[in-house]
């Protein structure tokens, strides 16, 4: 279908030259556009929303009151490098959330993956990456080079340490400090994050079968909380479990280079040895 709705920029929003504009954005009152900004179709700036930097809005985006996109980054090692945020088609970003651009000491990007939610005061620092689909709840502060895997959920006032990975569809608890990275359908929670099992209910989602998530499940159990070394049971249940894309995926996690380490500490202290 088409698209027949104009383009509409309220006379207190400010463009600069240089910007682009497409067909069916909506800008609202005293926003602010810089020159090298692109809003994709039916981008929405709702009203007061700040957006500079080399920045593209995906199509169907829709940015809230006091929002800021693309400004430079909070690194004193920072100097006015061109850099670039990515905004996802669809995602939304509410009130006084702050999203900066990358640095040519990390991707040189930031990313927010499409049909992503990243409610009030969300702050998303220089070179993260976000995947599709996440949801970041009220106060998150995501530090530099955090990467985010598709369909994670992030707790309100949840603080992730700079490089931290947290796998795809993982959950993180409100009030959770992660330093360490998370694996994939992981729920943690705690003041340093703990390890609380598989999110179990987002795999039902995803359409596994009851014996499927009963092999995840015991994948998870027998990695984090059987005997012996940490590196020794990643490496058994590489062979015992080969043929389950989940767990390979999750052992994939693991095996990926880290600045953290994965956590491996599960709440009430049966813990994996690192």
């Known amino acids: 279908m088409l698209n027949t709705v104009q383009t509409t920029i309220h006379p207190t929003a400010v463009i600069a030259a240089g910007a682009e504009i497409a067909h069916g954005v909506k800008i609202g009152p005293f926003c602010t556009v810089g020159p090298k900004v692109v809003l994709e179709a039916d981008v929405e700036l709702v009203s007061h929303v700040a957006i500079d930097g080399r920045t593209r809005v995906g199509a169907g985006a829709k940015l809230f009151p ?62 993260c990456d976000v995947g599709d689909g996440v949801i970041i709840s009220n106060n998150v502060a995501l530090g530099g ?6 369909r ?27 330093t360490r990275d998370v694996i994939p359908y992981a729920r943690v929670f705690g003041t340093r994050a703990e390890l609380l099992g598989l999110n179990l209910i987002g795999l039902r989602r995803r359409g596994l079968e009851k014996a499927q998530l009963s092999r995840v499940n015991a994948a998870y159990k027998f990695l984090f909380t059987g005997p012996g070394v940490f590196a020794e049971r990643v490496a058994k249940a590489r062979f015992g479990y080969q043929d389950d894309a ?24 049966a813990g994996a040895d690192d």
């Open 246 to 269: 989940y767990v390979t995926g999750i052992l994939d996690f693991i095996a990926t280079p880290s600045k953290h380490g994965i956590l491996t500490n599960v709440a009430g202290g």
């Open 145 to 150: 080079h955090v990467e985010i895997g598709p």
């Open 66 to 127: 006091f929002c800021t996109v693309g400004l430079a980054p909070q690194d004193l090692k920072y100097k006015g490098e061109d850099t670039e945020t990515v905004i996802g088609p669809r995602t939304q970003i509410r009130e006084h959330a702050s999203i900066h651009r990358g640095t040519v000491t990390g991707t040189g990007v930031t990313k927010i993956g499409a049909d992503c939610l990243l409610m009030a005061t969300v702050h998303v620092a220089h070179d």
């Open 152 to 178: 994670a959920i992030i707790g309100g006032n949840a603080a992730l340490l700079q490089f931290v990975r947290v796998g795809t569809g993982a959950m993180v608890g409100g009030l959770t400090g992660v």
